[in-house]
């Protein structure tokens, strides 16, 4: 079953800007963040395609210092934002998994499933 939450509002993320999120609870939600990039809104789980673990340290730090890529704080991959594709990296050519994310009456939502 899909879980829908409410990531909060675009107009207070910055552009471009990332906000981590939960789905479910228990012993195995899914952990993520959304991305935006100016009207535009992307979600991917928070999980490094080449180790398996959280691609930030600090919170809601996803991006590098230019703001124009994913980049894991652990290795230095760098991800496309728009399709979450390794560009640079020990993980070259694989992608981040995308989670569902949509924009309605100016609010981000995600959606997706947890593990339970």
């Keep these: 079953m ?10 207070e993320l910055s552009d471009p800007g ?3 999120f939960q789905i479910g609870d228990g012993d195995w939600p899914l952990y993520g963040f ?3 990039q100016g009207d535009a809104v992307y ?7 080449h180790v398996g673990h959280p ?3 600090a919170p809601d ?11 894991c704080a652990s290795h230095g991959a760098m991800y496309e934002i728009a ?22 009456d100016g609010v981000v939502f995600v959606s997706g499933q947890s593990a339970r």
């Design 18 to 20: 990332c906000r981590e």
């Design 34 to 36: 959304v991305v935006r």
């Design 83 to 104: 399709t979450g594709l390794c560009f640079a990296g020990p993980c070259l050519g694989k992608s981040l998994r995308p989670v569902d994310a949509t924009v309605r």
């Design 61 to 71: 730090a996803f991006l590098t210092k230019d703001r124009s890529a994913i980049i």
């Design 55 to 57: 691609l930030n340290w």
């Design 2 to 11: 899909s879980e829908e939450v409410a990531v909060g509002k675009l107009d």
């Design 43 to 49: 979600a991917y789980e928070n999980f490094c395609v």
